[in-house]
């Protein structure tokens, strides 16, 4: 990913949202106290925007979803957590490349949560739509192939 490319995917939450777990909600209604229309499915909406703040969250969450499947009582049942968490998985991976190219990586790895916060800072104003973050192409990892 390119920092054009992440700049693009930003989102500012100076605009109105409101948290949601694991992220932020920026449907305007919900924002405003309306009923979610999708019953708080936030993980599943196009709305819900993950920031940097958020990424020790979801890295814990994977933890819990890889221990889970480690203990899992057959095969199946671990495919079938990990094949359920991929989507999510893929949307962490996206965030700590869009917080990478915007120079607050390492800043959101050492962020502790349990100590009063700058809310004005990028590391809580900057989000990205998980959506986005899950369709990152990984191939942008590999190098470029030259004859």
């Keep these: ?5 992440a700049e693009a995917m930003a989102l500012d939450l100076t605009r109105r ?16 106290g309306d009923a979610c229309p999708r019953n708080m499915d ?5 709305k819900f925007v993950m920031s940097a703040a958020d990424l020790l969250y979801w890295r814990r969450k994977a933890e819990q979803w890889h221990t889970l499947a480690e203990r899992a009582p057959d095969d199946a049942t671990a495919d079938y957590l990990h094949s359920v968490f991929e989507p999510t998985a893929r949307a962490i991976d996206g965030l700590e490349k869009a917080l990478a190219e915007f120079g ?8 502790d949560l349990r100590r009063p916060q700058d809310y004005f800072h990028r590391l809580w104003s900057l989000a990205f739509r998980a959506s986005d973050l899950a369709g990152i192409d990984d191939d942008d990892d590999q190098p470029e192939e030259t004859e």
């Design 42 to 46: 936030c993980h599943n909406c196009d």
């Design 1 to 5: 990913m390119t920092k054009a490319e």
């Design 104 to 111: 607050l990586l390492d800043g959101a790895l050492a962020l």
């Design 17 to 32: 949202s409101t948290p949601a777990e694991g992220g932020f909600c920026t449907f305007q209604p919900v924002v405003r």
